[in-house]
């Protein structure tokens, strides 16, 4: 149980391009999703958190409007990258969860390559 | 101090012994602590929970937890190359960072058992 799909795996396009990733809890309802950021032979950086039908909250330093976060339903959260450049090159992991306290199921992860 | 700390290592083992992971987390009202493990270039992947004082086993892998240090550990026993990866400690975040409770993760320590 406990199975998150991230879809994407992996996309490599052009400066100035936008870019959708998706994120899919498959047997289980997430009233949470996380969104993560992972540079080469860094740890983890929590991006934004999103409740199904609320607005997402962002981390400090995190543009909301670069980075769209879309939680329409229990099982689907979307993320955006808008205008997208070389810099936003990175490894972008979801997670999510069903209530506090209960541990965080992440997905495959995306492979953003910006040329 | 950090939220959670974690030794980077690198940490080496031999094949069959035992490998050590330590982590200390600074909030003292945490309930909840995650093991993740994380191969390169993948995402992490959740291998232990552990919420009460004492020792947890799930097959070769041990949690331990002592609230009143502020330390869980996991041990790896009869330790396999196929258990060669970074080893993520995550806490959930106090209450004063809301209702959602983002986990802080650990920056990880990098294991590798030689054949």
């Known amino acids: 149980g406990a199975v998150v799909s991230q879809h994407p795996s992996r996309v490599i396009c052009k400066s100035g391009t936008s870019v959708k990733i998706e994120c899919r809890s498959l047997?289980?309802?997430?009233?949470?999703m996380f969104w993560y950021r992972q540079f080469p032979k860094q740890s983890l950086m929590l991006m934004a958190t999103?409740?199904?039908?609320?607005?997402?909250?962002?981390e400090q330093g995190v543009e909301k409007d670069k980075f769209l976060i879309n939680h329409a339903s229990l099982t689907l959260s979307t993320l955006t990258v808008t205008s997208a450049h070389p810099e936003d090159s990175s490894f972008y992991i979801c997670s999510a969860r069903t209530d506090q306290g209960q541990p965080q199921h992440f997905g495959d992860g995306t492979r953003l390559s910006i040329l | 101090q950090k939220e959670v700390e974690q030794n980077s290592g690198p940490l080496s083992v031999p094949e069959g012994a035992i490998a050590s992971l330590n982590c200390t987390y600074s909030d003292r009202v945490s309930q909840s602590f995650f093991w993740y493990r994380q191969y390169s270039g993948k995402s992490p992947e959740l291998i232990m929970s552990?919420?009460?004082?004492g020792d947890k086993e799930d097959g070769r892998f041990t949690a331990q937890l002592n609230k009143a240090s502020q330390y869980v550990s996991l041990l790896i026993r009869d330790s396999q190359p196929s258990d060669s990866a970074t080893y993520l400690c995550a806490v959930p975040r106090g209450i004063s960072s809301g209702s959602a409770r983002q986990l802080t993760f650990g920056s990880g320590t990098q294991l590798t058992v030689l054949p």
């Open positions: 552990i919420y009460s004082n």
């Open positions: 047997d289980f309802q997430a009233t949470t």
């Open positions: 999103s409740n199904e039908g609320s607005k997402a909250t962002y």
